[in-house]
């Protein structure tokens, strides 16, 4: 009787343990949206580019963290515009400097937001004057969740790069009514599927006045049918004609010739070929319009040509010229440099 009473109190313990372990650890379902918030009103059309189709609708920004340094300031601000899809963005100033010219950064998948922390980051990005803006697309980082594994950025294309164009588009607005940059100067910079995006909005938004291209995926029959990202028993899946279809519209290939702005740079590594594979970059590179500007490198010729940091220095000095007359003045400068500082060269491989 003795044994039995034990083995009843053992279980009777190790049921009362396990359902309290469950009630801890049990993962919260996501909580409902506030219905007084705008964003809950937001209708969004993720199969165009531009917002005109759109009804999307900003929550106020909260602040969540401000640094003051020496050479700038960095805030962190959640934004957000759909429910459930909180943005964290980065806007870094120069310090005590006047109404400045703005560059937006965009890297691809997958891309956290740890770079846009980085104090040797921030100083270089708004060295000379340049603030810099920094947030991650959509199906990425801290803003993939509640999602099943098997849907991710790729498998969800459209989705990830509508949603994406559309953010830039809605952080251009956040900025022109903060009032401390100077919107008739912006440019952005993008990697990868950021390039994509870059492009994208860029194709719909004039606001945008220069687009430096680092290695954009493009070119989607090509780039589906070979491209390394794709796992090879999902590749079937993205190669069909109602895949393709749905993304065609975002193809840097049919957007290129059709961009807003001439101050245009793409640069393209062979190294990065398992990413965009040959036949993508070559698409690519012929959609460019004339005038812009275009540098292959090798690996090894692109990472030994890069220091310092001034990978961005071209996007930088775009934004400081005013208007058409100082570009082509410009354009008989000598050439800025085609590289990346060492460090940048880490960060187009995170992709």
């Known amino acids: 009787m003795k044994f039995i009473t034990r083995i009843l109190t053992f279980l009777f313990v190790l049921a009362v343990t396990v359902s309290f372990a469950q009630s801890v650890i049990a993962p919260l379902a996501p909580a409902r949206p506030d219905p007084s918030l705008p964003s809950t009103s937001t209708q969004e059309d993720i199969s165009t580019i531009s917002l005109d189709k759109s009804d999307l609708h900003a929550d106020p920004p909260v602040l969540v963290e401000k640094d003051e340094e020496a050479d700038f300031v960095r805030e962190l601000f959640h934004v957000e515009w759909r429910p459930h899809d909180s943005i964290y963005l980065y806007v870094v100033r120069p310090r005590n400097g006047p109404k400045t010219p703005v560059v ?4 691809g998948h997958p891309s956290e937001t740890d770079r846009y922390q980085d104090d040797g980051w921030c100083k270089r990005r708004t060295a000379g004057g340049i603030a810099a803006v920094g947030f991650v697309p959509a ?58 995006i870059a492009a994208m909005a860029a194709s719909v938004d004039s606001r945008i006045k220069a687009v430096y291209l680092l290695d954009p995926w493009g070119d989607w029959p090509a ?56 036949d993508a970059q070559k ?3 012929a959609a460019l319009p004339s005038g812009a500007e275009h540098h292959h490198f090798d690996g090894p010729e692109f990472f030994s040509v890069s220091s310092g940091g001034r990978v961005f220095d071209w996007i930088k000095f775009q934004v400081k010229i005013p208007d058409s007359k100082e570009h082509q003045s410009a354009s008989t400068q000598p050439p800025l440099p085609d590289a990346h500082g060492q460090q940048e060269g880490a960060e187009k491989r995170q992709r």
């Open 104 to 107: 937006i950064y965009l890297y």
């Open 139 to 196: 199906l990425t980082g801290q803003r993939y969740h509640d999602r099943p594994m098997k849907e991710w950025f790729v498998s969800e294309l459209q989705e990830s790069l509508g949603k994406s164009a559309h953010d830039v588009q809605m952080v251009l607005n956040y900025l022109g009514q903060r009032g401390d940059v100077d919107m008739s100067n912006v440019g952005m910079f993008g990697v990868g599927a950021g390039g994509t």
């Open 223 to 278: 780039w589906t049918a070979q491209s390394e990202i794709i796992p090879e028993e999902e590749r079937p899946r993205y190669i069909t004609p109602d895949f393709l279809k749905k993304v065609a519209a975002f193809d840097p290939v049919a957007l290129l010739p059709r961009l807003k702005t001439q101050r245009i740079r793409l640069d393209q590594v062979s190294d990065d070929v398992g990413n965009t594979p040959e």
């Open 283 to 285: 698409h690519i590179e």
